[in-house]
């Protein structure tokens, strides 16, 4: 991320969520804490959050929140409590003389999650893709939804430049767009339990006068023993025992 | 010439000058005007890094 941040113009760093526990696994003994800490060093610009970030329960998700220093998004989970916001619909975030809108949509894992109300994703977006488009450039979508889901909605929703998915059925080794919008549609690596984070995807993209997208390059990154570990990450996960 | 002629054409002649009208120093010159479009923005290269399901193996490539 450092050496990708000397040499851009402009660097994103997004997360489509699902980062701060294991699935199927019993929960980390610091409720995702170490991971937030983690991105928060590596200054995450935005994550979406995904059913793993819901199922740490209102008390945690509420403290990794607050840690967080970067926004969480989730533009169709709303606390069942007073029907506020989980975390952030969107963003906003400055990208040169640009600004790019970044959404997030978290995946309804359909089982109880009794602090949580979800909307559909097609509805929310329809109403707030376009107030999103008129404050910024640039519309990109976060989420945790699967990937042929996510190009569908873009598709549907019009007005959306980026998706960054996750949960393709197969890993792309391009980035593609989708049939009727156009949108660019990219995601990181198909998760495995015990397999995952070991891969990043890598955008490169031209952001034109009018805030559209193109030239688009993609690639996806091993995480191999090639790159040496950061000595400020290295003390920070001693300091959580990992 | 009738005096209200006169008086006229004077005014005449201060309300264009004030208006700017024919004077040599009109901002002719500005961007605006020069056809340099000021608003237009340079196209930027933007680098996304984005990862999913970042919780794994804490060995680095194990």
Redesign the interface.
């Known amino acids: 991320?450092e050496e990708?941040r000397e040499?851009?113009?402009?660097?994103?760093?997004?997360?489509?969520?699902?980062?701060?526990?294991?699935?199927g696994s019993s929960q980390s003994a610091a409720m995702g804490e170490e991971?937030v800490a983690g991105?928060r060093l590596m200054a995450y610009d935005a994550m979406a959050i995904g059913p793993?970030e819901l199922g740490l329960g209102a008390e945690a998700l509420r403290q990794r929140l607050d840690e967080a220093g970067f926004p969480m998004l989730s533009a169709n989970v709303l606390w069942s409590a007073d029907r506020s916001y989980v975390g952030e619909a969107y963003t906003v975030l400055e990208?040169?003389?640009?600004r790019i809108g970044v959404i997030g949509l978290t995946r309804d894992p359909g089982v109880g999650l009794a602090d949580y109300v979800f909307l559909e994703p097609d509805g929310v977006l329809a109403e707030l893709v376009p107030q999103v488009e008129a404050q910024v450039d640039t519309v990109v979508l976060l989420t945790?939804l699967p990937y042929r889901s996510a190009a569908q909605l873009a598709d549907a929703a019009s007005g959306i430049d980026?998706v960054?998915a996750?949960?393709p059925r197969q890993l792309p080794d391009h980035a593609v767009r989708t049939s009727r919008a156009g949108s660019l549609i990219?995601?990181?690596?198909q998760?495995f339990p015990?397999?995952?984070?070991?891969r990043?995807?890598?955008?490169?993209?031209?952001?034109?006068?009018d805030g559209a997208?193109s030239g688009e390059a993609w690639e996806s990154v091993?995480?191999?023993?090639d790159?040496a570990?950061d000595p400020a990450m290295s003390d920070l996960?001693a300091a959580y025992g990992? | 010439m009738p005096i209200r002629t006169i008086v006229g054409m004077t005014v005449l002649a201060a309300c264009l000058l004030l208006a700017g009208c024919g004077s040599a120093s009109s901002d002719s010159g500005s961007p605006a005007d020069s056809g340099i479009e000021a608003g237009v923005r340079p196209e930027l290269e933007l680098v996304v890094l984005h990862t999913n399901d970042n919780w794994g193996e804490t060995e680095p490539c194990g």
């Open positions: 991320v990708q040499q851009a113009e402009h660097l994103l760093l997004l997360d489509t969520g699902d980062a701060l526990i294991e699935e991971v991105m793993l990208a040169g003389p640009y945790n980026l960054v996750a949960l990219v995601t990181a690596e998760p015990g397999h995952t984070g070991r990043v995807g890598k955008l490169s993209v031209m952001v034109q006068s997208l091993a995480l191999g023993p790159i570990d996960l990992e």
